[in-house]
């Protein structure tokens, strides 16, 4: 059963740093998607990065693109979210969530990840 734990989140003035853990059980292969999503109160749920566990690539919003890195530690099997340069608009629920399978070359949508986990609140003060 796989199993995806988020740590690291925490209240931050805006130019600060945080960086999110995602820590994942119950793979059998090290050959899947994980993405970082968030959802602020009275907005739709947005994908923030993706990294491609086998081949390390990654994806990013544009408003995050340049602020926030995305990585893996794979002997640890989490995924990192480096943010930094922190906006009040940043302020959200983070998710981290996983998609497995083939996707013809193209980054998985979002509803093709299928494990989530709980979340971790991030707020920016200005």
């Known amino acids: 059963q796989v199993q995806l734990v988020e740590s690291g989140g925490g209240s931050v003035q805006a130019g600060g740093s945080l960086r999110l853990s995602c820590a994942a059980s119950?793979?059998?292969?090290?050959?899947?998607?994980l993405g970082w999503f968030r959802q602020a109160p009275g907005k739709e749920r947005e994908g923030v990065a993706t990294?491609?566990?086998?081949?390390?690539?990654?994806w990013y919003v544009d408003s995050v693109a340049g602020r926030f890195t995305i990585s893996q530690d794979n002997a640890k099997n989490t995924v990192y979210l480096q943010m930094n340069s922190l906006k009040p608009e940043d302020t959200a629920m983070y998710y981290c969530?996983?998609?497995?399978?083939?996707?013809?070359?193209?980054?998985?949508?979002?509803?093709?990840?299928?494990?989530w986990g709980q979340g971790t609140q991030i707020t920016v003060s200005s």
């Open positions: 969530a996983t998609a497995s399978g083939w996707y013809g070359g193209r980054w998985p949508q979002p509803s093709e990840f299928t494990n």
């Open positions: 119950g793979y059998t292969d090290r050959s899947y998607y």
């Open positions: 990294i491609s566990t086998r081949s390390s690539l990654t």
